[in-house]
């Protein structure tokens, strides 16, 4: 079992900042990728980014490239994103996801565990 932490939530205005972290412990030297995830009530999970484990390379939704970055440390089995010029549309519960095999990083499908998610609120 994989057990996944995240953190860093919180409100900022518009233009601002956060950065989230995600911690995975447990059975993890089987990881293909990590990702996030975002939703807002009444809508699916939406893909944010993924990041590949051994080369390390990354994948952005659209709505997040130039302003979101994901990045990791496998030596501390932790990943973040960075979150910059964040917009009031950014708002939703950050999710973050393990996944053990090189499917589709795109879906949720892809990802074998997942996080207990961290509210992000941006004002206007």
């Known amino acids: 079992q994989v057990h996944l932490v995240e953190s860093g939530g919180g409100l900022v205005q518009a233009g601002g900042s956060l950065r989230l972290s995600c911690t995975a412990s447990g059975r993890t030297s089987g990881t293909f990728a990590m990702g996030w995830y975002r939703q807002v009530p009444g809508k699916e999970r939406d893909f944010v980014a993924a990041?590949?484990?051994?080369?390390?390379?990354?994948i952005y939704t659209d709505s997040v490239k130039g302003r979101f970055t994901i990045s990791r440390d496998n030596a501390k089995n932790t990943v973040w994103l960075q979150m910059n010029s964040l917009e009031p549309d950014d708002t939703a519960v950050y999710f973050c996801?393990?996944?053990?095999?090189?499917?589709?990083?795109?879906?949720?499908?892809?990802?074998?565990?997942w996080g207990q998610g961290t509210q992000v609120t941006v004002s206007s």
């Open positions: 990041i590949t484990w051994n080369k390390g390379s990354t």
């Open positions: 996801g393990l996944a053990l095999t090189p499917l589709n990083l795109r879906v949720t499908t892809g990802y074998n565990y």
